[in-house]
């Protein structure tokens, strides 16, 4: 009998062991931060494409790609700034003993510190962030080193949407693609294929600054699913400071806006990996809202620069067209993109109130630093239009689009094709209140 406690006791310390959750020495930390997510952390790798193809050669490239890694805007920066006190509270409450957390993520949280950039200059691209954009066009150039291997000015357009921070993304592109100085187009004035929304006063009032696409997101905020994580994050820290929606999206901030692509930020060890996919989850919403299928005109946008996609590829087939086309935008572009072609669509609209584990529509793979939607025009040798063309996603197949990856040019002429009769006449709205 005594042996049979003396097990129940050794079990029971073996199991308080297992249970508590160490950030620092985790063998697979959580690493989807919706479009804070660092490329180098989940990209592919375009040199290893799974698609070989015989008897074809590459003769143009298309590119949309999202800028890299940047600092935060004033408004985001400037909360993650007041929750810096917070480290504080939950350094006390460990001394005192009421924190779960482990000295190793107490102590790396305490030795934090952070490039005064990170918020004196919002917006700002990081080192990490131009040296996304050039590892992108350095692999590219190695993939299809016949094609760009030797760049004149009639070969290629490289531009950005506007943004100092899109144009040096665009310039560590460029640096990736050529050795040699290129020339890089300044951003368009006015209504342009990168943000045609920017442009338009109905998708700004009705949409972009109206509270109400951003309620879902804050309707979740209040489920069970979410006051869950609230109340294990204030237990689990054991602070004498409450926690609300808005400190607790500032920490989340503070994870991924300090994590790179091979170092993950010690804040994020304030969150359980099932937290971290709480707020993965906020921001699905608030992209699903604003930039997918939770708003009609958002496809049209996308339609837009697929229509210049299909124009560079038809140009390119009959002899005149570019080697490389590469364009530089955000993610909300992306996302529209995306929503055009009826990508990484779920059956229903996204729930405010629970998530879906195996949904489709994931932020943290369509939406992040860097993210990339590159089609590759190929020329075959089995007559004069056997043409195919391939997309790719974050340097990986993208495979639902055709059969197994690989579109013919019929195929790929019937689906963008009905997009050159994009209108944007919906635009012209007075945008008074």
């Known amino acids: 009998m005594k042996l049979l ?8 310390s073996l199991q308080s062991v297992i249970s508590v959750y160490c950030y620092w020495n985790t063998g697979c930390p959580y690493k989807y931060f919706s479009n804070k997510t660092p490329y180098n952390s989940v990209r592919g790798d375009i040199r290893d494409s799974v698609i ?3 008897g074809c050669e590459a003769v143009s490239i298309w590119s949309l790609t999202r800028h890299g ?6 408004d985001y920066g400037s909360s993650m700034k007041d929750a810096l006190v917070i480290r504080d509270y939950v350094s006390l409450a460990y001394k005192k003993g009421n924190s779960s957390l482990c000295a190793q993520d107490i102590e790396n949280l305490q030795n934090w510190h952070f490039n005064k950039d990170l918020f004196d200059k919002p917006y700002q691209l990081t080192k990490e962030g131009f040296l996304e954009s050039q590892g992108i066009a350095r692999r590219l150039r190695q993939t299809f080193s016949k094609l760009l291997g030797n760049l004149e000015s009639n070969d290629y357009l490289f531009r950005p949407a506007p943004g100092a921070w899109m144009e040096e993304s665009v310039k560590g592109f460029v640096q990736g693609i050529s050795s040699k100085p290129l020339t890089i187009q300044p951003p368009s004035p006015g209504l342009d294929i990168l943000a045609p929304y920017e442009s338009c006063p109905k998708y700004l009032k009705e949409v972009k600054y109206n509270p109400e696409t951003y309620a879902p997101s804050a309707k ?38 300090t994590s790179s692509g091979n170092t993950f930020s010690p804040w994020c060890a304030l969150f359980t990996t099932e937290d971290l996919k ?50 530089i935008s955000h993610a909300t572009m992306m996302d529209m993109v995306y929503t055009a072609l009826k990508l990484f669509k779920d059956d229903a609209p996204l729930s405010t109130s629970k998530r879906k584990l195996d949904r489709k529509w994931r932020s943290s793979k369509m939406s992040i630093f860097s993210t990339n939607f590159i089609a590759v025009l190929n020329k075959c040798n089995k007559g004069p239009d056997d043409y195919n063309v391939i997309f790719y996603l974050n340097e990986e197949p993208l ?29 012209n709205i007075d945008p008074s209140p």
């Open 52 to 54: 070989k193809l015989t």
């Open 399 to 427: 495979q639902s689009i055709c059969k197994e990856g690989v579109c013919t040019w019929k195929e790929f002429e019937d689906k963008l094709t009905p997009f050159v009769d994009t209108k944007t006449d919906f635009c």
């Open 69 to 74: 890694q940047r600092n935060p805007g004033p």
């Open 220 to 257: 979740y905020q209040s489920s069970s699913e979410y006051l869950a994580a609230k109340d294990r994050m204030q237990r689990r820290l054991g602070i004498d400071y409450s926690l609300t929606p808005t400190n607790i999206t500032a920490l989340y901030d503070l994870c991924r806006y």
């Open 5 to 12: 406690l003396l097990l129940i006791v050794a079990l029971c």
């Open 278 to 327: 709480v707020m993965e989850y906020v921001a699905d919403l608030r992209h699903y809202y604003k930039s997918g299928y939770g708003t009609p005109m958002t496809k049209l946008f996308g339609q837009i620069a697929l229509t210049d996609l299909l124009k560079s590829f038809q140009e390119a087939k009959s002899g005149k067209g570019r080697k490389i086309t590469g364009y």
